[in-house]
DNA sequence: ACAGGACCTCGACA
DNA sequence: ATGTCGAGGTCCT
């Protein structure tokens, strides 16, 4: 999710190789995971926690809103939370009977508070305006840290602690029963001060603090480890466009319906169990999926049959090099997935997967020798890692996120043209130009 | 420790 | 109209 309230494509620095236009002034860019989707102009709606979510933000609040499951079997209503309506925008909510509209259609929850999350960097959030219990944790713990959080960021240390604010126990059922801003807060990590880490590895790399000013407010999401380890185990050599399809294959043939929403339905990402039977392999193999049948099929069993559901969340609580070489004894997973699932769902902040635009990365702008290298060796891989954690500290992996995010096609043309750097930026758009010839 | 090849499928491109 | 290539890797030799 990139927030963009300093840098969009307006400003002198801003270099539109595409002539790409802002079709909204607050557009949170693709989200890098396969399941959501821009459903209106700045507006996005995925499954999360087993219900749908459109959210949006503007330059200082994330707003969401919660569609209510299919069928609540426990009969418990499921939180139907307001949104405050931008500019007047119009949202169709599937059940919409504790809305009413004031004069200038903005939405408005009978009885209750409104609900918007600031995700101006957590310290400074002051603008939840009626905070819920589960909020609450997270309000205290951001008080009382205040001093000290950015003091350690100042140093790129920041924090462990923040995250264990994060019930890191809490598997896909315990997060369910969470309150939908608490589900929110943890899935952006929005208690991790972003602004404080992004100035400390501007202060150290020279070639992060030229990118990184028109990519702003780029948070690793806390994912759903069980999701996101099957989704990068589609990932291998394939494209985005395909990854994204099999994923919301697996969702729609083995996980359940959570939702219908504008008359498009909407599914769980299905359970590890779902996906353990030996007919599986040969089912996804007739979906497409090639290999990587095999890979899920397998990865599905080995996890169910030697450890257990638990067992993968439980990975959080080890330490980096454990949980990824425990990883690493899956069925299609190397190092590269390993290190996905580490950083993206097991809060191994210095996690940074080497995959082959980061490896050209490294190549351009930091280890020149890689030039030569002919391929990606374990070798290498770990020493471009290692490289990275030296530079970028703890948080490494959040770092090498927002050089990846700026390395991709889509995002190309936000990029920076400063005129010391000009043979550079000529550089980078002729590999702009290769790629987009050739997709 | 490293290079090389197979592996599924599907667009894009020649 | 067909053939080739390569895509956010992994596994095996």
């Known amino acids: ?233 589609c990932s291998s050599n394939n494209n985005i466009s395909r990854i994204s399809s099999m994923v919301e294959k697996l969702c729609e043939n083995y996980g359940k319906m959570v939702a219908e929403v504008d008359g498009k339905y909407y599914y769980a990402f299905p359970p590890v169990t779902a996906l353990v039977d030996d007919s599986v392999e040969n089912e996804l193999r007739n979906m497409g999926f090639g290999y990587r049948a095999k890979y899920i099929n397998t990865t599905a069993r080995m996890i169910t049959r030697d450890h257990s559901v638990e067992w993968l969340h439980g990975l959080r609580k080890r330490n980096y090099e454990e949980a990824k070489s425990e990883l690493m004894k899956l069925c299609g997973v190397g190092a590269k997935v390993a290190d996905c699932v580490c950083l993206m769902s097991l809060d191994k902040t210095e996690s940074v997967p080497v995959d082959t635009h980061v490896w050209q990365i490294a190549a351009r702008h930091y280890i020149p020798k890689l030039q030569h290298s002919k391929s990606l060796t374990d070798k290498l891989y770990k020493e471009i890692g290692d490289h990275f954690r030296e530079l970028w500290g703890p948080y490494a992996g959040w770092a090498h996120s927002v050089l990846f995010t700026a390395d991709l096609k889509q995002f190309k043309s936000l990029l920076p043209v400063k005129v010391g750097s000009l043979p550079e930026i000529l550089y980078v758009q002729a590999d702009n130009c290769a790629r987009e010839n050739k997709n």
Not at 1 to 29: A, D, F, M
Request: charged share 25%; net charge neutral; aromatic share 8%.
């Open 1 to 233: 999710l990139i927030n963009h309230k300093s840098h969009y494509p307006t400003t002198t620095h801003t270099h539109n190789i595409n002539h790409h236009t802002p079709k909204h002034p607050y557009i949170p860019q693709t989200p890098l995971t396969h399941r959501w989707k821009e459903c209106s102009p700045g507006i996005w709606i995925g499954v999360l926690c087993d219900r749908v979510w459109k959210i949006w933000q503007t330059e200082t609040d994330l707003h969401f809103q919660v569609y209510p499951s299919w069928n609540a079997q426990d009969g418990t209503k499921t939180e139907d939370v307001p949104v405050r309506g931008t500019e007047g925008e119009c949202i169709n909510t599937a059940t919409d009977t504790s809305y009413s509209e004031n004069q200038l259609g903005r939405r408005k929850r009978k009885q209750s508070s409104t609900k918007e999350i600031n995700v101006n960097d957590g310290i400074s959030s002051t603008k939840i305006s009626k905070p819920s219990k589960h909020k609450i944790r997270f309000l205290d713990k951001l008080t009382e840290d205040k001093d000290s959080s950015v003091k350690s960021a100042e140093f790129g240390t920041q924090v462990k602690e923040e995250i264990t604010c994060q019930d890191s126990e809490q598997t896909l059922e315990d997060m369910k029963a969470l309150a939908p801003d608490c589900i929110l807060r943890d899935y952006f990590q929005l208690d991790v001060n972003l602004s404080n880490l992004y100035k400390h590895w501007s202060s150290r790399d020279a070639n992060f603090r030229n990118v990184s000013s028109s990519f702003e407010g780029v948070r690793i999401l806390r994912q759903d480890p069980v999701e996101n380890l099957f989704s990068f185990i």
